[in-house]
C-alpha cells in the first residue's frame, strides 16, 4: 500500500527553497513549476512544453537539474531545491552568469533560465567539460533562438577557458 501523503494527512507540503524552508497548501501530485511560479511566486523558472521536452522550467533538486513541470511538489519535499533566483549564490552559477552577461548569450530569454541552471548544474559536477561533455549536458535544453554557439562559449568561459568572441553568433 503506498505511503499517506503529508497532504492526504491533511498536512502542509515543507520545501527548502534557496536554502529557505517554506510550507505550501497544495495538492501533492501538483507539478513543482506551479508551486514556484503561481503559489510561491518566483516566475523566473519557465513553462516551455510542461512534459519534459525542452528545459525551459528546469531547476536543480540535491544539485540534479530536474524537470519541475513534470516533478510532483511531494518529490521534492526533503530535497534542496535551487531556482534561477538562488543559482547565483552558488560558485558555479555565479561564474555561468557572469559568462552569460559577458558574452552576451541571451536573445529572447524565454529558455535562458533553464539553459543557466542545466549549465550550473554542469560546472558544477565538470570543471573542465569538452564540447561533448557540454552536449550531453546541455542536450535536454531547447533554444528558439538558436544561441547554442554563445552558450557553449560562456560555459567555457565559466571554466576558466579564454575569451571567445561570439557576439552576434
Ligand atoms: S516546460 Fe518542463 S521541460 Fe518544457
Ligand atoms: S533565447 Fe530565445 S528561446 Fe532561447
Not at 552568469?97 to 533560465?113: I, R
Amino acid at each position: 500500500m503506498a505511503a499517506i501523503t503529508p497532504r492526504e494527512r491533511g498536512e502542509p507540503v515543507e520545501l527548502t527553497i534557496n536554502g529557505r524552508k517554506q510550507q505550501v497548501d497544495v495538492p501533492a501530485d501538483m507539478p513543482l513549476l506551479w508551486v514556484l511560479r503561481d503559489v510561491i511566486g518566483l516566475t523566473g523558472t519557465k513553462f516551455g512544453c510542461g512534459v519534459a521536452l525542452c528545459g525551459a522550467c528546469t531547476v536543480h533538486l540535491d544539485g540534479i537539474p530536474s524537470r519541475s513541470c513534470v516533478t510532483p511538489v511531494s518529490a521534492a519535499a526533503g530535497r534542496a531545491i535551487t531556482t534561477i533566483e538562488g543559482i547565483g549564490a552558488t560558485a558555479a552559477g555565479k561564474k555561468i552568469q557572469q559568462a552569460w552577461l559577458d558574452l552576451e548569450v541571451v536573445q529572447c530569454g524565454y529558455c535562458q533560465s533553464g539553459q543557466i541552471m542545466s549549465a550550473s548544474a554542469l560546472l558544477a559536477k565538470n570543471a573542465n567539460p569538452s564540447d561533448a561533455d557540454i552536449d550531453t549536458g546541455m542536450s535536454g535544453n531547447i533554444c528558439r533562438c538558436g544561441t547554442y554557439t554563445r552558450i557553449r562559449a560562456a560555459i567555457k568561459q565559466a571554466a576558466g577557458a579564454p575569451a571567445i568572441a561570439t557576439k552576434g553568433a
